[in-house]
């Protein structure tokens, strides 16, 4: 898994994620002869991309290969060309998803399992509007089988989270859903009475206080690096394997003065013995 942060002021979007990344390939099969999938994961992936032309970066979340290729290089080699209006977007998101879903059934469909028990990513992408100085932003879930799309942020600017975002969300929002579960089956209380209880105390969570509509670029850029270091770290110090770690690496989607994609990318290649004296 990883840590997942998209920011969206409002006019730019804000992508950071650590560099932990998980991969699948069949190893035998089960008792009913189905094949069964080796996870292994990597630390140092570059999870944030965009397109040839630049008019679209999308991060990449969950199991992230399509056999020995992963969705990272497929949607790197793509011309989507999103600078359009939103009609011709949201064509062309179905196409993308339609191009990736067709990549998923060429590698896996002759396996003879069902599309829920495929690996698949999840996929947030940005896109510059036709009008006005917001990004676009979708989620692409290919983790269920066919994918399923949905827009993000209509209502305004935002944090988004996935993956692993327990403390994080803890963190922002002042509460642990497990907590609420608890706390609803301890107290044979009602959900509607436990969310009117917690809806008392969220006016003074930090993710109501924030203004991110004025929020300037770099600032986003640290909120989210920070958010994605709360995660990393307190997972270092919790029992069990980090499902995230490394490098944070961020990528930008800007509208003023003009839409540009900018990358910083938290790491770079070298030589692991270093240079030579």
Known sequence: MTIAVAIRTGTAVVFASDSKVTTAAPSGVDGEGKPVFQHQSYDNAFKIVHDRTQTAMALFV???NFGPVDAMSVFSRMELGLDASPLIQDAKILDLASTLQARRESVWGGLGLEKTRWPGPLVLLAAPPAQGLAPRLWHLDFSKGDPVIQELF?????????????QTLSLLYGFDTRLRMSLRDTLSASRPGVEEAFSRFSPDSPINKINFWAMPIQDAIDLAVFLAQVQIQMERFLPGPPTCG????????????????????????????????
């Not at 209509?154 to 327990?166: D, M, Y």
């Not at 490098?247 to 240079?275: A, C, T």
């Open 62 to 64: 969950g199991t992230v």
């Open 154 to 166: 209509l209502t305004g600017p935002g944090v988004f989270l996935e993956g692993s975002t327990q």
């Open 246 to 277: 490394g490098p944070i690496d961020v990528m930008v989607m800007e509208m003023s003065p003009e839409p540009r994609i900018r990358s910083f990318p938290g790491k770079q290649l070298h030589h692991p013995m270093g240079p030579r004296p």
